[in-house]
C-alpha cells in the first residue's frame, strides 16, 4: 500500500501518505506499523498511501483513548498529529 509515481503520487503525498508523511509519525504510530507488518503480515508500512496512514492514526488515537479511560493519564507518548 504504497504512493506511485506522477499525478497520484503527487495526490497521496498532498494528501499526507508516502514516505514523507511517514517521517510525522509518532513512536505510537510507528508501533501500530510494527505490529501490522511482523504480526499480521501485512507487508512493509515505510511507505503507506494517505488513507492507511489516516487508518493507523485512528488507531493510534483509540489506544490513547484506552489507556487514559483505563488509567486517567494521559498516554506517555505525545501525538504529533
Do not use: C, W
Amino acid at each position: 500500500s504504497g504512493s506511485g509515481g506522477g499525478l497520484m503520487g503527487k495526490i497521496n503525498s498532498a494528501m499526507g501518505g508516502g514516505q514523507k508523511g511517514e517521517q510525522n509519525e509518532d513512536m505510537l504510530d510507528k508501533g501500530v506499523d510494527y505490529v501490522q507488518e511482523h504480526i499480521f503480515h501485512q507487508g512493509p508500512q515505510n511507505n503507506e498511501s494517505a488513507v492507511e496512514q489516516a487508518k493507523d492514526e485512528q488507531i493510534s488515537d483509540a489506544i490513547r483513548r484506552g489507556y487514559k479511560s483505563a488509567t486517567g493519564k494521559e498516554f506517555p507518548v505525545k501525538d504529533k498529529s
